[in-house]
């Protein structure tokens, strides 16, 4: 089994962080949102991993082979916003004849059992129940769970059941040539090559599709999803606070505070992860993520995302107040 990871994407809703960052190395619960990703596919026992790079793809290559010198790990370059089908095109030369792959999107965190659906002879796609499924591929399915057809990001859906971004596909031949004949074509669906309609071509052949379902599903491509989902993992974390000693400071769990933080004089919690050697004076912060070397003093944060290296000084006065009097700062 083999995993590809495509995370070439530009990452437009999560700017001005991604004008310097990869989307998939913004941080969330501790560690970035690849080492999520990949930690849980190592421990789904897959070695073999293909990552389809582009914007700042170096930084992600850099980082992967820093963090998990254990992985057999190849990267393929897609210089052009062309599709998720297209990334996978891409990288057919590090798929060998029969072997099956397992495609999870970089931007892409889910509660399932990998191990378990690695494990199962056939192919397979994670879905969802969604509110709104014109954002995203979806899938029309029996009650066995067979997948009868999908379709990205319908007009007008005839299911609410989205596709998670993680297929496991055990006729990858087959999958590539309908990727090739649609390139060759110029077969595109909103503008892009689609890896969903090389899933439907080959259901049209006769190939059977089942789906799995996944506790939880974050698409982690904007700020709102970022922030929930640093949340839930540091409520499954269930960190022990007592290891942090903070200089006059209260700390609410759930937090992850890296190493190296400075913090003094603040209120850290709940829900808030923190990068190494930030330092924090006089911050409350509250449901935020603080980036490695961020400082911020004399702030109250909440609901925020702040950037590596980023510099926060709010207000500090020094006001002395007499009986019946009202300011409002704003």
């Known amino acids: 089994m083999k995993a590809i990871i495509p995370v070439a994407g530009i990452g437009t809703r999560l700017r001005p962080h991604t004008h310097t960052q990869p989307k998939a190395l913004i941080p969330i619960a501790g560690k970035p949102i690849l080492a999520h990703i990949t930690e849980n596919l190592i421990e789904a026992g897959i070695n073999d991993f293909v990552f389809i790079i582009g914007y700042l793809g170096d930084k992600i290559e850099q980082y992967i082979l820093h963090h998990y010198p254990q992985i057999n790990a190849q990267f393929v370059i897609q210089t052009s916003g062309k599709g998720v089908g297209h990334a996978i095109w891409l990288a057919k030369s590090c798929i060998h004849s029969g072997e099956e792959i397992l495609i999870v999107f970089g931007d892409t965190i889910i509660d399932a059992n990998l191990k378990e659906i690695c494990q199962r002879d056939g192919n397979f796609l994670g879905i969802k129940k969604v509110e709104d499924p014109r954002l995203f591929g979806v899938a029309e399915v029996e009650k066995d769970g067979k997948i009868l057809r999908v379709i990205e990001k319908p007009t007008i859906p005839k299911s609410n059941m989205a596709l998670v971004g993680v297929y496991k596909i055990k006729d990858s031949e087959m999958l590539l040539e309908f990727l090739d004949s649609n390139l060759a074509q110029n077969l595109r669906t909103h503008g892009e090559f689609t890896l969903t309609d090389a899933i439907m071509q080959m259901i049209q052949k006769g190939k059977e599709f089942y789906s799995f379902g996944?506790?939880?599903w974050f698409d982690c491509g904007k700020k709102e999803v970022l922030l929930e989902t640093n949340s839930l993992l540091l409520k499954k974390l269930n960190s022990d606070t007592t290891q942090y000693a903070f200089e006059n400071t209260i700390i609410i769990p759930p937090v992850f505070i890296g190493e190296g933080c400075k913090i003094s004089n603040s209120i850290i919690?709940?829900?808030?992860s923190i990068g190494e050697n930030a330092i924090l004076n006089y911050a409350t912060i509250y449901d935020s993520i603080i980036g490695p070397y961020a400082q911020i003093e004399f702030?109250?944060?909440?609901?925020?995302?702040?950037?590596?290296?980023?510099?926060?000084?709010g207000m500090s006065q020094s006001l002395n107040i007499g009986d019946s009097t009202e300011i409002n700062f704003g």
């Open 214 to 216: 996944v506790s939880n």
């Open 269 to 272: 919690g709940p829900n808030v």
């Open 299 to 313: 702030a109250i944060l909440h609901r925020s995302l702040i950037g590596n290296d980023a510099l926060l000084k």
